[in-house]
Antibody, heavy 120, light 110 residues
């Protein structure tokens, strides 16, 4: 079965960086891109960007460009999301996700989420 | 402000039907597929509807989706207390070159 397993909770100070991992299993990793979505406390879903697991191409949300980097390691079927220059506004649960089918739009598989808390 | 507009809350009695709207524009809903998600407290979102009206395996037919022009609707029939959750619509926005979500709708089953 398809699984996306994320790294554990992180607590960071303002100005620091965080790197969240997302290990995929149960399918051919390079057949599906990985999307990152975050959710601030009590708020809605925010799309952060996408990475092609096939060739590493990325598409980042405009408001995060310059601060976010998404990468993959195909040898371990793992995707990474690094966010730099953290502020309290970056406190959120971060999710990785995958479309249900290659030809469809619908995030059918999600990681369990990684809580990132930014606090001095 | 979310690109897609949803009502903040809806409510209905157990056994009744409810609809949740999602309004967008020609650059998003009007030109791409819509998906719907259910999020129970403290859990990751769950896909209910994809490609406007398709249900993933395991999603009961009490949940339905439709799209017309620049708006989409999620319907839930035979409401159960377990349906109390936040619901989000999502699609691709060609102007932003980004996936976008609605602000979410909190469903209360009275």
């Amino acid at each position: 079965q398809v699984q996306l397993v994320q790294s554990e909770t992180e607590v960071k100070k303002p100005g620091a960086s965080v790197k969240v991992s997302c290990k995929a299993s149960g399918y051919t990793f390079i057949n599906y891109g990985i999307i990152w979505v975050r959710q601030a406390p009590g708020q809605g879903l925010e799309w952060m960007g996408w990475i092609s697991t096939y060739n590493g191409n990325t598409n980042y949300a405009r408001e995060l460009q310059g601060r976010v980097t998404m990468t993959t390691d195909t040898s371990t079927s793992t995707a990474y999301m690094e966010l730099r220059s953290l502020t309290s506004d970056d406190t959120a649960v971060y999710y990785c996700a995958r479309d249900i089918l290659t030809s469809s739009r619908g995030l059918g598989y999600w990681g369990q989420g990684t809580l990132v808390t930014v606090s001095s | 402000q979310s690109v897609l507009t949803q009502p903040p809350s809806v409510s209905a009695a157990p056994g009744q039907k409810v609809t949740i709207s999602c309004s967008g524009s020609t650059s998003n809903i009007g030109n791409d597929y819509v998906s719907w998600y259910q999020q129970l407290p403290g859990t990751a979102p769950k896909l209910l509807i994809y490609d406007n009206d398709k249900r993933p395996s395991g999603i009961p037919d009490r949940f339905s989706g439709s799209k017309s022009g620049t708006s989409a609707t999620l319907g839930i029939t035979g409401l159960q207390t377990g349906d109390e959750a936040d619901y989000y619509c999502g699609t691709w926005d060609s102007s932003l070159s980004a996936r976008v979500f609605g602000g979410g709708t909190k469903l209360t089953v009275l």
